[in-house]
Structures are given as C-alpha cells and as structure tokens.
C-alpha cells in the first residue's frame, strides 16, 4: 500500500507504533472516510428530553411512596392531632408529574412542577466546587438536589467528596441516603440491592429509620497509599478538577517520595502548574524529577520543557 | 497529533471566531438550562468531532449515529453538573470513549453469540486488491482492538488512530504520561500477537 512511509507514527516523542505492517493497518484507520451523520439536534433534542421526562416520572414515584409511608406511618400512630388525617397533609402529598412542556419563545421548562422537590430539598443549579458524581454506565442518570446532596437512577457511579469539603455528600438511593464525608470517594452500584464500595475516605447508608452503618473498605481499599492517591488525582484531573489534582499529587509526592507512583504523578504535577500558570512550582517538578530518576526516559522532553521555563527562583526542599 | 489538532483547533477557532468566549460561557449556561437553540449550537459544534472520534474507536461507520446521540443526550443530562473548569472536549471525549466501552462490551457478546458465523468470517481468505486489503486491514485491526482491555484499546486508539502526543492523549484520557506510554506499548504487543505480526522488542 501506499503512503505508508510516516512511520514511526505518534509525533516526535515515542513512536505510537512500532511494528510497520500493523502501522499500514493503522494507517488506514486513521484515513477512514469521515462518517455520514444522519442524527441531527432535534433528534438528539427529544430523545434528551424522553430521558428527563422518565427521571421526573421516577423521581415523583419515589417522593410518593415516601409520603405515602409518612402518612402511613402518622395514622399508625394516632397522628395527627385527634386522630383524623390531617387534609393538608394528605393535600400536599399529591405529587403530580410534570409535564416538561418547553416555552417556544425562550426555550425555559416553565411547567416544571417544584412539588417533586419540595418534600425533598431545595434545586441547585450544580454540585458544589470538587464534588464529582460521574455515571459509569449508560443507564446512570442523576438528578443535583442541591449542591451537597444528589438522587442517582439504577445504573453504575463514583462519586468523591473534596477533601477540603465544607460538608459531606448525600445520595438519594431510593428510600435511603449515602454519605459521602469530604476525602471520600465511592463506586455505586444502583439496583435492586444498592451497593457501594468506598475506594477511599469514609462513608455511611443512612436507613429510612436513621440507622447508620458505615462502609467498610475493603484491606486493598482502606489504606491511602499512593497508588490510591495517583488514581484520586488521575480522576479529579480527568473532571478537570486541575485544584484538586495538584493538592492530590503533592500529598502523594510528600507522603511516598520514592514511590513508583511518585515519578508519574511529578511529571503529572508540573504540567498541570504550569497550566496553572505556576512557571515557578512546574520548574521545580521538573526538576524534582532529574534529581530523583537521573535516568528517567522522558528526560530529554523534561529538559526541554526547563529550558522553555528558564531560571527562577530556589527550589524549596 | 495533525488529525486531532485540526479539528480541536477548528472547534476552537469556530466557538472563538462566532461566539466569543462571553458568548460560548452563557451559550453553556443557556444548555445547561436546557434551552433547544442551544444544545443544537453544542450538538452542531462538537458533532463532527464526536462522531470522528467515535467511528476511529469503534471502526464500525454504523454505529456512529446511534452513539453520538447516546453521548449528546447523556451530555445534556449530566450537563447541569458540568463546572467548565474542564474543556467541553475533553469531557465529551470522556462521554464518548464510556459509550464506546459499552459498545464494545455489547459486541463481544454478541459475537460470543454467533460465534460460528464470526469464525467463519474470520476465515474468510484475503484479496490483494487494494480496496479489499484495506477492508481485510480494518476488520482484523479492530477485531484485534476489540479483544483489548478497555484501557490498552483507548490508549492506543488516542495515540496510534487519533495521532494525539503523549501529552494530549495523557490530558484526555486522565491518566499519567507514563501511564499512557507503557499501555499503547503493551496493547501494540497484544495486537500484533493477536494478528500474528512479529512483537516490537
């Protein structure tokens, strides 16, 4: 075939690949005609909103069987006052189903009933800054409660606290809640029997009664060693949470200096400082890194990104 | 890096140029309120890219509209929760490489399924034509891809098939430097013993 004389591929760095015969059948991989699309907005526009519609459906479910529990649970005992239902009560348990119509002058849900809501908390428009609640699964869907608190559909999830939290976490699973404390991070499995399993940090199911059981990690999850630091900082980078990576990384660099991870997430560290604009803290990474592992095969790469960055200031031990 | 840079740097010249950055942060404010104009502004910008990105980690053309509207519709449900401090590429390629596992996962077991018809395909003799040998290089490339754990398949496709630098295939698929080269190396050598070439030392 021809045309097949760029190898190595992958730019100036490591070549991509290697071996020439698998770098024609790459080769022609990457000159593929782009594809046709057929999907347009609109499609994508109802097929969104089909989505939201059968959330709210869920979510109004949910909020009606809790109340109807809670009304349940009040005439058990006598409740309220005299023995009769109280009307409003019952009156204000009716969660009717919003209808999601779309306004066609400004696009703006104007129909989209607070009831749903109104037993549970407060809307927020987004989740506070360094909480990450990422589905996992092509079921996953959640819905933002507030800025500390989320209710997540059937489907696969890992979710993290910031470790410089003002509060912990909640997430709505059905009738019961997990906390999440600030530093914890979970995977969720969201099914008939809700499981989670803490990877880090800590967290507890608070049962419909109040009941609190606390997750226990597993002996290859409960320590914070540096390869759980690497995959935190891994993760927070990859949310584009930049804050959070860089603080993950230097704890790892501080706690486990020679750790194998150490090297990696120090190559990881002055990139994302320099992106910070930090010239000062990404110089002494990099630096960090030659004194470390003289011999380090980015070496070369790591040379040139000091020279580009030029003198400055001593580097604190 | 040229194929991946041209479009990113399209996208971002088109979102500059049209918009401005004022306008394209309160066109995400307007999407995330799940205004229609829009979304059909975020869907007709990144589309392209997306379904570009999709097809070169699936190598399957048909099913490439089903998985940009399965990445668009998650986007504009998990959009409320998105903070911007990460590039809206970025995390649509994040979007798009879950789904894309999840295709994957599908197929294999589909094809565990029709595992006699698959074999018999596979055995199906090549043709030195050119355009035939350019099929037979796709099809055994990425039913090679395919038997890959996820991770050594997204490295790989980020550097070999995207042609993204170390450094971009590192910020994209959110893992170390080091990280990426070791798993495009390891998958290269997984690849060429599944397709029976001779293993880079």
């Keep these: 075939m021809k045309g097949v004389t760029r190898l190595p591929l992958g730019g100036s760095q490591e070549p991509a690949v290697r071996n020439p015969e698998l770098a024609r059948m790459v080769e022609v ?20 909103k089909e989505r939201r519609a059968r959330r709210w459906r869920s979510l109004a479910m949910l909020a009606a069987a809790a109340l109807v529990g809670l009304v349940g649970t009040s005439l058990l005992r006598g409740l309220p006052r005299g023995g009769e239902p109280d009307a409003s009560l019952v009156a204000e348990a009716t969660v009717q189903e919003p209808e999601h119509e779309t306004s066609a002058s400004n696009g703006v849900d104007t129909t989209r009933s607070e009831d749903v809501v109104a037993v549970a908390a407060p809307v927020a428009e987004a989740l506070a800054p360094g909480v990450r609640v990422e589905p996992r699964s092509a ?36 009738g019961r809640t ?38 226990s990690a597993g002996a290859a999850t409960r320590r914070s060693d540096a390869s759980t630091l690497a995959r935190q900082a891994e993760r927070l980078m990859a949310a584009g949470d930049r804050k959070g990576a860089i603080a993950a990384y230097r704890t790892l660099v501080r706690k486990y200096p020679r750790s194998s991870s150490a090297r990696a997430a120090l190559v990881d560290l002055a990139r994302l400082l320099k992106a910070a604009g930090d010239n000062d803290g990404a110089r002494c990474a990099y630096a960090q890194i030659l004194e470390q592992w003289p011999n380090n095969h980015l070496r070369p790469e790591i040379e040139r990104e000091l020279q580009r960055l030029g003198p400055g200031p001593k580097c604190q031990p | 890096l040229r194929g991946h840079t041209e479009v990113v740097s399209v996208t971002m010249s088109l979102a500059v140029s049209h918009v401005g950055q004022a306008d394209a942060r309160a066109l995400l404010a307007a999407a995330q309120r799940g205004e229609a104009s829009a979304q059909t502004a975020l869907f007709d910008t990144h589309k392209t890219r997306v379904a570009r990105q999709i097809q070169r980690m699936t190598g399957d053309p048909s099913a490439v509209d089903d998985l940009v509207q399965e990445v668009f519709v998650a986007a504009f449900a998990a959009l409320p929760g998105f903070r911007g401090d990460a590039q809206l590429e970025t995390w649509l390629y994040t979007i798009a490489a879950n789904k894309v596992r999840n295709w994957w996962d599908a ?48 490295a790989f496709t980020a550097r070999a098939i995207e042609n993204m630098s170390l450094q971009e295939a590192s910020q994209t698929l959110g893992v170390p430097i080091s990280t990426v080269s070791y798993r495009t190396r390891r998958a290269e050598q997984m690849l060429c013993a599944a397709l029976g070439l001779e293993e880079p030392s």
């Excluded at chain 2, 589909?110 to 395909?121: D, I």
């Design chain 1, 178 to 215: 997990l906390v999440l404390e600030p530093g914890g991070m979970v995977r969720l499995e969201v099914g008939p029997r809700p499981e989670a399993v803490l990877l880090s940090g800590e967290a507890a199911w608070i049962e419909r009664d109040g009941r609190r059981t606390s997750l």
């Design chain 1, 139 to 174: 079921d996953a869907a959640y819905t933002v409660l507030g800025p500390w608190s989320v209710d997540v559909a059937a489907g696969v999830y890992e979710m993290a606290a910031p470790i410089e939290a003002a509060s912990s976490l909640h997430v709505r699973v059905g």
């Design chain 1, 29 to 48: 991989a990457r000159r593929q005609a782009p594809p046709r699309l057929t999907v347009d907005a609109e499609r994508v526009h109802v097929a969104w």
């Design chain 2, 107 to 154: 197929k294999r077991r589909r094809e565990v399924r029709e595992a006699t018809a698959a074999r018999q395909h596979k055995d199906e003799p090549t043709t030195p034509e050119e355009s035939f040998e350019s099929d037979e290089h796709l099809t055994r490339l990425y039913d090679a891809l395919g038997r890959l754990p996820d991770k050594f398949r997204e």
